[in-house]
T-cell receptor, first 113, second 113 residues
Framework: DQQVKQNSPSLSVQEGRISILNCDYT??????FLWYKKYPAEGPTFLIS?????DKNEDGRFTVFLNKSAKHLSLHIVPSQPGDSAVYFC????????????FGKGTRLHILP | NAGVTQTPKFRVLKTGQSMTLLCAQD?????MYWYRQDPGMGLRLIHY???????AKGEVPDGYNVSRLKKQNFLLGLESAAPSQTSVYFC????????????FGPGTRLTVT
């Protein structure tokens, strides 16, 4: 079963507009959520995270929102820039899981000029 | 600091051949991980280690073995390669307990013919 779901394989957004990437999870034990960004031929790099005790975390142009009741999180990028074109992975972890994190399948974001 | 490095970057194997992928990190991290990434499948955990001399199975361990003889190195072995093991392999490390952020290497692209 897929515990972390990214239902949109790809997303295209105009440069300067807002990009919203969505993620759903099924395991109520998850207490920490992360977003990773991946360029072609490179390893994923950490972007932003949020603990389950918060509902929002902001870092520059990137904001992650967490809705625990809906088991849903989203990543907002404002304004979108060409360098944001990449694959974004949503990931989740729970206490006592040896710090294993479960990744979603990823969403490919295309920023259009 | 080099961070997480992986050797080799590319490899082509024939079915039944064996090989070892090497991961090295210079951040003194306790935890290390091996993932595989396949199209449409996201990142799936193969094996992981929570310290020198320890290893544990992840989500897709069959056909792979690992060893963590030194803290800085984590080896992934394929004893008898199969075409289903054609993938991009990523190594990652993290500082240790309750540190959810993982640092990834650049990946190894393996093709089994």
């Amino acid at each position: 079963d897929q515990q972390v779901k990214q239902n949109s394989p790809s997303l295209s957004v105009q440069e300067g507009r807002i990009s919203i990437l969505n993620c759903d999870y099924t395991n109520s034990m998850f207490d920490y959520f992360l977003w990773y960004k991946k360029y072609p031929a490179e390893g994923p790099t950490f972007l932003i995270s949020i603990s389950s005790i918060k509902d929002k975390n902001e870092d520059g142009r990137f904001t992650v929102f967490l809705n625990k009741s809906a088991k849903h999180l989203s990543l907002h990028i404002v304004p979108s820039q060409p360098g944001d074109s990449a694959v974004y992975f949503c990931a989740a972890s729970a206490l006592n899981r040896d710090d294993k994190i479960i990744f979603g399948k990823g969403t490919r974001l295309h920023i259009l000029p | 600091n080099a961070g997480v490095t992986q050797t080799p970057k590319f490899r082509v194997l024939k079915t039944g051949q064996s090989m070892t992928l090497l991961c090295a990190q210079d951040m003194n991290h306790e935890y290390m991980y091996w993932y595989r990434q396949d199209p449409g499948m996201g990142l799936r955990l193969i094996h992981y280690s929570v310290g020198e001399g320890t290893t544990a199975k992840g989500e897709v361990p069959d056909g792979y073995n690992v060893s963590r003889l030194k803290k800085q190195n984590f080896l992934l072995g394929l004893e008898s390669a199969a075409p289903s093991q054609t993938s991009v392999y990523f190594c990652a490390s993290s500082p240790g307990p309750n540190s959810y952020e993982q640092y990834f290497g650049p990946g190894t692209r393996l093709t089994v013919t």
